[in-house]
């Protein structure tokens, strides 16, 4: 009896192997069309259980704007690729021959023609409410307000990012530039920052024009609605009474007014500007400190609620120049 029993028992280990292996076989073929509907699923997926850390993204140099066009700052690597690319395509300096095809013009040139030919024009009578007939000078068309100012236009890249990243810009950042001129430096603070968030003094009318009617439409800007005024005398009335800045930058402003000019500036940017972060920058020099003798300036700025931090020489990646920032900050409430 055990005898049959074992034998019976052998025999059923025997024929059950293949149907095992059928089974199994079966079983992995049912699970892998499993897992392919369910990575198919359009199901929504279920929300991160870690909380995503908005200040660490936004770090200097990994940030995006807030139109999420890319990275901050030029990098170093930035610049290595674009000599890399110069070098494997074999190109080298040589005389800028106008010809066919090819800046055919000079700008000289250029506006001659558009008055001659009236390559300006404007709707008359019952069409002058059209958009084209804002006015729009010849200059502006040609670009000549780019040549307008002493450092290159695409300078103005290099000084944005200098400035973003000493202070840490942030989108939501608020930023003031006395004498933003042609927004050769503004429309990168524009593009990047939160609308509204980029306000502005300047003076001189064609540089106005030059903003308004040329540059933001040109960059596709208007919806950023930056705060643009004209006026003199350092009047920051009409920016409001209530709004504290991050950021107040002079480029190459300060050392064409007079220094009792300045000082009723700095007098009343001191308190438009965040006590202890936020910064004012002024480029080139501070004469108007300076010529007041070391103690005497810091007696001043004191009085004002004012502390000098120091001096930077900012070395361009990209130009043969390199610039002078003089940092302040607001020492108390």
């Known amino acids: ?7 019976a028992m052998s025999k059923g280990i025997v024929m059950t192997v293949p149907v095992l292996i059928l089974t199994v076989s079966a079983a992995a073929v049912f699970l892998f069309f499993l897992l392919s509907s369910l990575s198919s699923c359009s199901c929504p997926s279920q929300p991160s259980s870690t909380p995503v850390n908005n200040a660490e993204n936004s770090a200097v140099g990994l940030s995006e704007s807030s139109s999420g066009n890319g990275l901050l700052a030029t990098r170093k690597e930035d610049v290595q690729w674009v000599k890399d690319q110069i070098q494997a395509n ?12 090819i800046n055919p013009r000079t700008r000289v040139q250029q506006l001659e023609d558009l008055r001659q030919f009236k390559g300006i024009s404007h709707y008359e009578g019952p069409d002058s409410n059209n958009h084209t007939a804002f006015p729009c000078p010849g200059e502006l068309l040609v670009e000549q307000h780019h040549s307008n100012y002493g450092e290159p236009w695409a300078g103005g890249r290099d000084v944005f990012e200098f400035l973003a990243q000493t202070i840490h810009l942030r989108p939501d950042s608020q930023v003031l530039e006395i004498g933003c001129g042609t927004l050769r430096v503004g429309l990168h603070f524009i593009r990047y920052l939160n609308p509204e968030h980029f306000h502005c003094l300047e003076r001189d009318e064609l540089s106005l024009m030059a903003a308004f009617r040329y540059e933001l439409p040109a960059q596709g800007l208007l919806h950023k609605r930056p705060l643009i005024v004209k006026g003199e005398d350092m009047d920051f009335s009409k920016f ?13 402003v300060f050392l064409h007014m007079p220094d009792k000019l300045v000082w009723v500036g700095m007098e009343r940017l001191a308190s438009k500007l965040k006590p202890f972060d936020g910064r004012i920058f002024v480029s080139h020099n501070i004469k108007f400190c300076s010529r007041m003798g070391g103690d005497e300036c810091t007696k001043r700025l004191m009085s004002l609620g004012l502390e000098y931090l120091g001096k930077h020489t900012h070395d361009s990646l990209l130009f043969n120049h390199y610039e002078i ?6 020492s108390k409430i």
């Open 90 to 101: 074999g190109l080298h300096m040589q005389e800028n021959v106008l010809r066919k095809g």
């Open 1 to 7: 009896m055990a005898l049959s029993v074992s034998r």
């Open 325 to 330: 920032w003089f940092e302040f900050r607001r």
């Open 240 to 252: 409001g009474s209530d709004v504290t800045y991050d950021l107040i930058y002079a480029s190459a």
